[in-house]
Each structure stands twice: as C-alpha cells, then as structure tokens.
C-alpha cells in the first residue's frame, strides 16, 4: 500500500503530463490534423508519405549521423578528460567545475556565441586559422553541406563531452585501488591494466551515459534550429527540426506527429539497454 | 615530477582551448564596442573597453526579473522532482510491491519522448488546467523529463545501501516512513545532491517549454526573454546577448564550484557495482 | 545608442499631421476617431502578440499609441512582444488549442494556416480602407481567403525590401546612378566585385533575406511558383533564365552566404565586406545611429526591374488577426482600427523612418518618405510587390513551400551546389508538387 502511495506523485505528473499527450501525439500521427482542425482517421498514411519523402530520409539519415558521430566523440573526448580529472593536481576543483561549463551554459546562448564564431565573415577561428597560415581565407563552416553537418556535431560534441567526463569521473572513483595494485604486481602495464580493469569496470557506466545521451542527441532541436535551421539546402534537418516546420509552421500537424514519433524507434531499442543495464546490478 | 605535470597540464590546455573558447568569446564580446565587433585588427583582443552593454543589460530589459524567475522554477522544479525521485526510487527498490517492476520500465520509457511536437499535444492539457501563463506551472512541466533521470540514478544509489542498517531499525520498532526519513535520507544526501545538480542545470536551460506556455515578459525566463527582446529582426544586440549569457551562467557554476565532488560522488555511488 | 528623443520625435509626427492636413489625404482625422462603428465589450480587456520591433522607436511609439486608446476607451491593452520568427508557432499553438491572446500580429500566410479560428475583418478593412486611400493589391492576397471568402486578417504593412549599396564603390565601377535594370545591376556588381568588394545575398536558411532576393529575381524574370489554378509552375524557361541570373550574381558574392542567417548581410555590410545586398531600412538605420563613418556612402535603391519590365518586389508583409476564442472582438476592432488611424500611425511610420510601409495607399503621403532620399524607396516597395506563391492561390500550400524554403533551396542548388539548372527545378517541382498536393 505504501509503495503505491509513494510512487503516486511520479506516476501522476508522467502519466497526466507526459504519457496522455504522448498518446495524444501518437494519435495525431495518425489522422489528417492540420494546426486548428482536428482531422479523420488515416491509418498509416502520414508514415507512408514521409518514408516517400527524400527530405525525411535525409534529416533521418543525418539525424543518426549526428548521433553516433557525437556520442563517439563524446565518449573517446570525455573518457580522455575523465581521466585527466581523476588525478591529484594543483587546482583540480577549478579544472573540474571549468571543464563542465558547456553543459551548464544555456544552450541556446552558446550555441549563439557559436554561430558567430563559426560566421564565414567574422569568424575568431577562421582568423586564426588564417594568421597561423593554414587556410587562406576564411573557412566557410555552414555554408556547405558536410562542412556544415560536422560543424554541428563538433558543437554538439563540445556541449556533452563534460556530461560524460563527470560521468566516467564518477565510474574511474568506483573502481578500486586495489585492482590496479594487484595488476601492478602482475606486471602489467598502465595500458593494460586499462583495458583490462578500468574498461571493463566502466561497462555499465558507459550504456548509461550513452544511452542518455543518444536520446538526448537524436532529439536535440535548439542547437541546430539556432545554427542553421536545417540548412544549407536541408543538409543539416534531424527529425526535431523538420517535425517542427511541418507541424508549426507549415501547419501539417498529422504529418509533423509522424515525423516526431519516429524516432522512438531508436529509441526504444535505447532504452531497453538501460533497462537491462540497471536489472543486471 | 616535471613529466607528471606535463601529462596532466598537457592535455588540460588543450582541453580548456576547446571547452572554454566560446566562453572567452562571450566575455569578449560583453565588453567590445559594436563597431569594434565588426572590425578590428585582433578579435581576441579588446581595444576599446566598454561597461555599456553590461548596463543597458541590466536597466533597460527585464534581465534581472527573468533571472529571478529562472532562478525560482530551478529551484523549485529541483526540490519537487529529486523528492518525488527520492520516494519513487525507495518504492521500487525497497517495498517490491506488484508491478514495481513495470514502474521502473515506463520510467525509463518517459525519457524517450522529446519535447519538440509534445508540446501542442501538452499545451491543450495545460489550457484545461489553467496553467497557461503561470510561472509555477513549469515546475511540474520540468519534472517530467526531471524525474526519469534522478530515479534512475537513486535507484542505483539506494540500492547500494546496506540492507541490513533498515532491517536493523526495523528490528528496533521503526516504520517504513520513518525508515525512509531518518535512516536512508542521511546516507543518500550525496546521491540527492547529485540528482539536484543535474536537475537544476537541465532546468536552468530549459528553453521551448518556457517559450511556449509562458507569455507575459514579467514571467520569461533568461534562455526565452534573451532571445525574444534581445535580437530585433535581423540585428543582433551581441554585447547584450553575451553579458547576459555569461551572467546567466554564473549560478551555475557557482553550484558545481562548490558541489562538484558530491556530485561525482554522488554518481559514482549509483553505479557501484 | 542614440534614439529619437522626444523632442524630436514630437516635431516630426507634428510635420506628419500638418502635412496630411494639407494635403487633404485625410479627410475630417477627428471625425474618424469619434465616429468609430465598432463599440467595446463593457469590461474588455485585450491581449495583443506581435514581433518586437526592428527598431526600437517601433516598440516605443507603439506602447504609446496603446496607451493612448486605453486612455481614450479605458480598455486596457497588455502588449506581448516576440522575436519575430517566434510569433508564428506561438499565434498556431493559440489557433490549436482555442487559447491565447486576443489579437496576434503575424508574418505573410499565417492566418490562411487557420482561417476558421478567426474573426471576419472585412468591415474594419472597409473602415479603414475608405479613410486612407484604400489598400494596396498585395493586402488583399495576404489577407483575403479565398476559401472562406472573408477578410481574415487586417493587413498592417511590410518590412520593405530594397537595395542596400555604397555610393562611392558603385561609382568606381562605373555607376553613378543605380542601374535601371537587372542587367546593368549585374554588371555593376562584377565591376564592384573586381574592385575587391563583392556583394552579399543570403542563400541559407534566412526566413527574410533568403526568401526575399531569390523571390524578386525569379518574378522579375516571369518565374511563377504554381498557376492561379494551384498547379506546379516552376519548371519553365523564365525560371532557368532566373537560375542563371542568380548564378550569375552568386559569382559577385562574398563567400559563406550559403550559411547566412538574417542578421548576416546587415553586419557584413556594416563592417564594410560588401558593397550591394537586399534588406529591409535596417541596416540604413543602425549605420545612421552607430557607424558613422561609413552611413554617408551608405544608400539606397528600389530593386530594378527584370525582363518582365514591372517591380517585382518580395516584402515581409505583417497582418493582424482576431481569434474567434476572444471575448472581445469589437474592443479588438476598435484597437486595430484606432492604431492604424492617421494621429497613430503617422508617428509610428514616422518614429522608424519607414520601417514598416503601410497597405493603406494614403500613408505615401507621409513627409518622411521625402525627408532623405534614402527612405524614398522603402515608400515604393509595395508598388507591383507580388505574394509568396504567386502566381499561386495565397494559403496553406504557399506558406509550406516558404517555410520549407523551397525557392532558396533552388537557387542553392544551383549556385553554391553547381547543380544544373533543370535539376534544380525538376527538383523543386517535385517538392512543390507534393506540397500543393498535400496542403
């Protein structure tokens, strides 16, 4: 009886204000809705149409790029810090708390300070680039399709690495020292005794950074809508971005509904690795 | 010694170029001229130093109103969800009552569903509720990406609590209530202050929510008021926009300033093996 | 920042009267105001969503203006200003749910998105319409459903679009004068581009500047998005011979406009970077206040005409619209017609030095069009301006392929992607086909 008081108030706030518009939403992909008129019953026809629709398979392919692009270079990047932090120095809670301000900053004011330094005029890094003789003239970062598409993913990497830093940080802290003192004694060097121990150990901690992070990546909307609202020519669309300028601006909410609902297949498949994770222990 | 701090300040430097630059930036920005902004000889450098923007930040717009009530939801949003995480989490773990099982899978489930076309659909439940506008009405808007999260990471965390410190209370006379008050809570505070942490940056940034189901300039946040009254059609208010990003960061990184170490500690707790 | 100040501000609305008075534009101001046929609720209260203005004097004067119905009607009105791309998914999240403000100013086609939420404006069109010179013919496409058949919103003006330049580069390449027609203008800009000092056109996502060039060379070369009829138009020999005029423009430009955002063209002209691109009086204004060394070789000019001899100019045109939802309809009538009446508007057209340019034909009449020949062209803009769509029916399937930046795209692909201009167009009837179809 207690357990189910206890769990009352989560259970209300998800089902009433996550799960029922969910449904509303899974429903609405479901019919003709169009911003202001609710619409008819069309079965399947909304998924049909943006499964036809090169624009759609573009911003899904680029959306899966993105993410798994991202979250490698997150992981290598924020394993890498992680383990820069998890030693004694000088000035290390500085480092710590300095090192995660990318993940603190509001997103949608970096990504602005990102945007100027990415600008194809005023760019400080194309200026750089230039004084140091490696480029000629100013790079051109969102101009270009591809340019522009690993543009994104460095911002994105830049803005998550420090999640996953803190996260291995909390993992490298778990692992006893005594491991590593008893492959010392075995002989072993310090990149083996990382892949042996520390790897290993670090298993559970990186199915849940990355699964958190993939489904925060696949369903990110703010950075690329501030950067380059899915441009150049749609080469930079992810589902988020192009849900939105069917279903708000374009009014096509039936159509805008699909598009949103169709990651979940992702990333359900994401989420059932946490699951598991978090019943294994 | 020397090669020691080689390898450890080495890799630090790169990594604060990389993280750290846009901060630089901002701060650049906040305090350049506009002209100067657009031509100078050196962008990393500062030859005319202005307070200007700084000032006309904080007497010509809301900012200090939208950061108060930025302020107030990720308090507030942080408070409500790490305690509902905290009950929700002791249920599930401690009293496997039916269908506990099921609980924590749709828990997990929630995190999946982004907010980017959730928000028409929960924009007709807030209307009917008469949410629209208040500024209370994202705390438990926020708690729904919140709780997921912060359950999961006390289910890790109280599950690595020895059994027997309850079974000993129990012994003793103690209710589950009771148990859960003044036997677990002491021993999950790092785990709650982790879970706080994190909900408090994901608050703090919040943006198409704000956006959305707040209207009047008295109730915006900073993410939402920044962007809305700071960039005017096709110009940018940049020295404005940067001053109010690096201030908008600062509760932050206070927060993590001081509380960092629970929070790694808090983490590394709830994902002991 | 240095703004109007009141003085000033005060002596310039004062000209504005005392010339339409003289003038004779508009008969009997004060009569107008008592004789308003659109009485408020008792105990109304309005909520109005608009876009944050350009310029500041724009949100000032406008606040102002309120002030002065409220005090005249004692219906409070709470004004709620966002950036403008912002205004359009808050006023459709309104429509959705039946809630929301009262009155929204929005952009281009939004009220055609739902037509059935909004109140008929036909009778305050008519009021306003019969004291001002009538409306302009781009007010009726963006504001007449032709599937309702009511006025469904009340056409307020456009952010004009015309051609920023430096005097004194465009003479080096020749020009004294700005060219008359596209060719010469193409002309200058390679001798402009020779000097070192290219031009300037968007070609990213930029919901104003993109839209706004790539609309203008198409129309002026007889490109036509769809048939009145709402069939596909766009793959045809005018739209190739625009395609190769704008690739033709792209080789004069600065490098990088394939990712410009509506604030680019403004600062890369302000920083000097490029001589000629298309904008609204913003960058005009803001050189005026803050870049002094630059603003006297700043001007402007109406965009020149195409091998269809007419203006064919793209505008951001602003309308605004009732929700049926409202309690208040007549308050918010009241409101509308009150602040697009002469003592309102004239200082507001005034106090931005034309930011806005009115659908009413008599506000041409306003001495600050003359005041600085610069300003003159942005009175002009709405002369022969066509709708977005064209020569489409205005409404849902126009404001998709807008949105969707169907046009820019085109123009993209074959300038920055070196695609063939039949592809391109292939491509973009393609897309138009399914959106025309679907909407």
Same mark, same amino acid.
């Given at each position: 009886?207690?357990?189910?008081?206890?769990?009352?108030?989560?259970?209300?706030?998800?089902l009433?204000?996550?799960?029922?518009?969910?449904?509303l939403g899974v429903?609405?992909s479901?019919?003709?809705a169009t911003?202001?008129?609710?619409g008819?019953f069309?079965g399947l026809?909304n998924?049909?149409t943006?499964?036809?629709?090169?624009?759609?398979r573009?911003?899904?392919?680029?959306?899966?790029f993105?993410?798994?692009?991202?979250?490698?270079?997150?992981?290598?990047l924020g394993?890498a810090?992680?383990?820069v932090?998890?030693?004694?120095f000088?000035g290390?809670?500085?480092a710590?708390a300095?090192?995660l301000l990318p993940?603190?900053?509001p997103?949608?004011?970096?990504?602005?300070?990102w945007?100027?330094?990415?600008?194809?005029?005023?760019?400080a890094?194309?200026?750089l680039?230039?004084?140091?003789?490696l480029?000629h003239s100013n790079?051109d970062?969102?101009?270009?399709p591809?340019?522009?598409?690993f543009?994104?993913?460095? $911002?994105n990497?830049?803005r998550?690495?420090p999640?996953?830093a803190?996260?291995?940080?909390?993992?490298?802290?778990s692992?006893?020292?005594d491991l590593?003192?008893a492959a010392?004694i075995?002989?072993?060097?310090?990149?083996?005794?990382f892949r042996?121990?520390?790897?290993p150990l670090l298993?559970p901690?990186t199915?849940?950074?990355?699964?958190?992070s993939s489904i925060?990546?696949?369903?990110?909307?703010?950075l690329i809508w501030t950067i380059?609202?899915?441009?150049p020519t749609?080469?930079?669309?992810?589902?988020?971005?192009?849900?939105?300028?069917r279903?708000?601006s374009g009014?096509?909410l039936?159509?805008g509904?699909?598009i949103?609902?169709?990651?979940?297949?992702?990333m359900?498949?994401?989420?059932?690795? $946490? $699951?598991?994770? $978090?019943r294994?222990? | 010694m020397?090669?020691?701090?080689?390898?450890?300040?080495?890799p630090?430097t790169?990594?604060?170029?990389?993280l750290?630059?846009?901060f630089? +930036?901002m701060l650049?920005?906040?305090f350049?001229s506009?002209e100067?902004?657009?031509?100078?000889?050196?962008p990393? +450098?500062?030859?005319?130093f202005?307070?200007?923007?700084?000032?006309e930040?904080l007497t010509?717009t809301a900012?200090l109103?939208w950061f108060?009530n930025?302020?107030f939801v990720s308090v507030?949003?942080?408070v409500?969800?790490? %305690?509902i995480?905290?009950?929700?989490?002791?249920?599930?773990?401690?009293l496997r009552?039916?269908?506990?099982?099921?609980?924590?899978?749709?828990? %997990?489930?929630?995190y999946?569903v982004?907010?980017?076309?959730?928000?028409?659909p929960?924009?007709?439940?807030i209307?009917?509720?008469h +949410?629209?506008d208040?500024?209370w009405?994202l705390v438990p808007?926020?708690?729904?990406f919140l709780?997921p %999260?912060c359950? +999961?990471l006390?289910?890790?965390?109280?599950?690595?609590?020895?059994r027997e410190?309850e079974e000993?209370a129990?012994v003793?006379?103690?209710?589950?209530?009771?148990?859960?008050?003044r036997?677990?809570?002491?021993?999950?505070v790092?785990?709650?202050?982790?879970a706080a942490?994190?909900? %408090?940056?994901l608050s703090?940034?919040?943006?198409l929510?704000a956006l959305?189901?707040?209207?009047?300039s008295?109730?915006?946040t900073?993410?939402?008021?920044m962007t809305?009254?700071?960039?005017?059609?096709d110009?940018f208010q940049?020295g404005?926009?940067?001053?109010?990003?690096?201030i908008?960061?600062?509760p932050?990184i206070?927060?993590?300033?001081?509380f960092?170490?629970?929070y790694?500690?808090?983490?590394?707790g709830s994902v002991?093996? | 920042?240095?703004?109007?100040?009141?003085r000033?501000?005060?002596?310039?609305?004062?000209a504005g009267i005392?010339?339409a008075a003289l003038?004779?534009?508009?008969p009997?101001?004060a009569?107008?105001?008592?004789?308003?046929?659109f009485?408020?609720?008792?105990?109304?209260k309005?909520?109005?969503?608009?876009?944050?203005g &350009?310029?500041k004097?724009?949100?000032t004067?406008w606040?102002e203006n309120?002030k002065?119905?409220?005090a005249?009607? !004692?219906?409070p009105v709470? *004004?709620?200003? #966002?950036?403008?791309?912002?205004?359009?998914?808050?006023?459709?999240?309104?429509?959705?749910?039946?809630?929301?403000?009262d009155?929204?100013m929005g =952009?281009?086609?939004?009220?055609?998105?739902?037509?059935?939420?909004?109140v008929d404006?036909?009778?305050v069109v008519?009021?306003?319409?019969k /004291?001002?010179?009538?409306?302009y013919?781009n007010?009726?496409?963006?504001c007449?459903?032709?599937d309702?058949?009511?006025?469904?919103?009340l056409?307020v003006?456009?952010?004009?679009n015309?051609l920023?330049y430096?005097?004194?580069?465009?003479?080096?390449?020749g020009?004294?004068?700005?060219p008359k027609?596209?060719?010469?203008m193409l002309?200058?800009?390679?001798?402009m581009?020779?000097n070192?000092?290219?031009? !300037?056109f968007? #070609?990213?996502?930029?919901?104003?500047?993109?839209?706004? =060039?790539t609309h203008? *060379?198409?129309?002026?070369f007889?490109?036509?998005?769809?048939?009145?009829d709402?069939?596909?138009? *766009?793959?045809?020999?005018?739209t190739?011979g625009a395609?190769?005029?704008?690739k033709a423009l792209?080789?004069?430009?600065i490098?990088?406009?394939? !990712?410009?955002?509506?604030?680019?063209?403004n600062?890369?002209?302000? /920083?000097?970077k490029i !001589?000629?691109?298309?904008?609204?009086?913003s960058?005009?204004y803001?050189?005026?206040?803050?870049?002094p060394?630059?603003?006297?070789?700043?001007?402007?000019?109406i965009?020149p005409y195409?091998?269809v001899?007419?203006?064919?100019?793209a505008?951001?045109?602003?309308s605004?619209?009732?929700?049926?939802?409202?309690k208040?309809?007549?308050?918010?009538?009241?409101?509308l017609?009150f602040m697009?009446?002469q003592?309102?508007?004239?200082?507001w057209?005034t106090?931005?030095?034309g930011y806005?340019?009115p659908?009413?034909?008599?506000?041409a009449?306003?001495?600050?069009?003359?005041q600085?020949?610069? *300003?003159?062209?942005?009175?002009?803009?709405?002369?022969g301006a066509?709708?977005?769509?064209y020569n489409?029916k205005p409404?849902?399937a126009?404001?998709?392929?807008?949105?969707? &930046?169907?046009l820019?795209?085109?123009?993209?692909?074959?300038?920055?992607n070196?695609?063939a201009?039949?592809?391109a167009m292939?491509?973009a009837?393609t897309? #138009?086909?399914?959106?025309?179809k679907r909407?």
């Open positions: 009886m207690l357990g189910y008081l206890l769990i009352a108030p989560a259970a209300i706030i998800l009433g204000l996550l799960a029922y518009p969910l449904v429903w609405l479901l019919t003709s911003l202001g008129k609710a008819e069309v026809q998924y049909a943006i499964l036809a629709d090169p624009i759609f573009g911003a899904a392919a680029y959306s899966v993105y993410t798994v692009c991202s979250e490698v270079g997150k992981l290598v394993l810090l992680a383990l932090l998890n030693q004694q000088r290390y809670r500085a710590r300095l090192m993940w603190v900053a997103t949608v004011l970096s990504a602005l300070a945007l100027w330094l990415l600008d194809p005029q005023f760019s890094l194309s200026w680039l230039v004084q140091l003789h480029v790079v970062f969102l101009g270009h591809w340019p522009a598409r543009s994104l993913i460095v $911002v990497i830049w998550g690495l999640y996953f803190i996260g291995y940080l909390a993992g490298l802290q692992i006893s020292k590593y003192e010392a075995d002989g072993a060097d310090g990149w083996q005794a042996r121990i520390t790897w298993a901690i199915t849940i950074l990355v699964a958190f925060f990546t696949l369903t990110d909307f703010q380059t609202r899915g441009g749609d080469a930079t669309q992810v589902f988020t971005t192009l849900a939105y300028q279903a708000i009014g096509q039936g159509e509904a699909a949103a609902i169709s990651p979940i297949v992702f359900v498949v994401l989420a059932f690795f $946490v $699951v598991r994770s $978090v294994e222990k | 020397r090669l020691r701090g080689l390898r450890i300040y080495g630090l790169l990594y604060g170029i990389f750290l630059l846009p630089y +930036w650049l920005t906040t350049k506009r100067e902004l657009l031509n100078t000889a050196n990393f +450098w500062i030859y005319h202005t307070f200007s923007h700084v000032i930040l010509q900012y109103q108060a930025t302020l507030a949003s942080t409500v969800s790490v %305690f995480s905290y009950i929700t989490a002791y249920a599930i773990i401690r009552f039916p269908g506990s099982e099921v609980v924590s899978t749709v828990i %997990f489930l929630a999946i982004p907010p980017a076309i959730l928000f028409i929960l924009a007709t439940i209307i009917q509720l +949410w629209f208040k500024l009405a808007i926020y708690a729904t709780v %999260f359950t +999961w006390l289910i890790g965390f109280l599950k690595n609590i020895p410190l000993a129990r003793d006379g103690a209710s589950n209530l009771a148990i859960l008050w036997i677990i809570f002491p021993i999950a790092p785990g709650l202050i982790s942490i994190f909900s %408090f940056t703090w940034n919040e943006y929510y959305v189901y707040m209207s009047s008295g109730n915006k900073v993410s939402v008021g809305t009254e700071l960039i005017r059609g110009v940049w404005q926009l940067m001053a109010g990003a690096l908008g960061v600062l932050a206070l927060v993590y300033f001081f960092v170490e629970y790694v500690a808090g983490l590394s002991k093996e | 920042m240095k703004h109007l100040d009141r000033e501000f005060l002596a310039t609305s004062a005392g010339a003038t004779g534009a508009f009997s101001l009569s107008a105001a008592d004789a308003s046929p009485k408020p609720e008792k105990d109304a309005l909520e109005l969503l608009r876009w944050s &350009f310029v004097a724009d949100d004067i606040a309120t002065k119905f409220t005249a009607t !004692g219906v709470q *004004i709620q200003s #966002l950036n403008w791309p912002d205004v359009t998914p808050k006023a459709a999240l309104a429509a959705q749910v039946g809630s929301g403000p009155i929204v =952009w281009n086609d939004d009220p055609f998105v739902y037509p059935d939420k909004l404006m036909t009778d008519e009021n306003l319409g /004291a001002h010179g009538g409306w013919d007010a009726r496409s963006y007449f459903d032709q309702v058949k009511r006025w469904v919103a056409p003006g456009v952010t004009g015309a920023n430096r005097k004194s580069w465009a003479r080096e390449a020009f004294n004068e700005f027609d596209l060719d010469g002309k200058m800009a390679r001798g581009k020779k070192g000092h290219p031009t !300037g968007a #070609l990213g996502h930029a919901v104003g500047d993109a839209n706004s =060039w203008w *060379i198409l129309w002026a007889g490109g036509k998005q769809a048939n009145p709402n069939s596909i138009a *766009i793959n045809s020999p005018e190739n395609l190769q005029y704008g792209y080789e004069t430009m490098d990088g406009v394939s !990712g410009w955002t509506d604030a680019s063209n600062q890369a002209f302000l /920083a000097g !001589g000629l691109t298309m904008n609204g009086i960058i005009w803001v050189a005026k206040e803050q870049f060394a630059i603003f006297p070789d700043c001007a402007n000019a965009p195409g091998p001899k007419t203006h064919t100019i505008n951001n045109f602003t605004a619209y009732v929700f049926k939802y409202s208040y309809p007549n308050a918010a009538k009241d409101y017609r697009l009446d003592a309102q508007a004239g200082p057209v106090g931005m030095l806005v340019t659908a009413l034909k008599g506000y009449d306003l001495p600050i069009w003359t600085d020949p610069n *300003i003159t062209p942005y009175r002009d803009v709405m002369q066509k709708y977005d769509g489409g409404g849902k126009a404001a998709q392929a807008l949105d969707e &930046f169907v820019v795209d085109m123009f993209a692909d074959v300038c920055v070196n695609m201009p039949k592809d292939r491509k009837e897309r #138009l086909n399914t959106i025309y909407a």
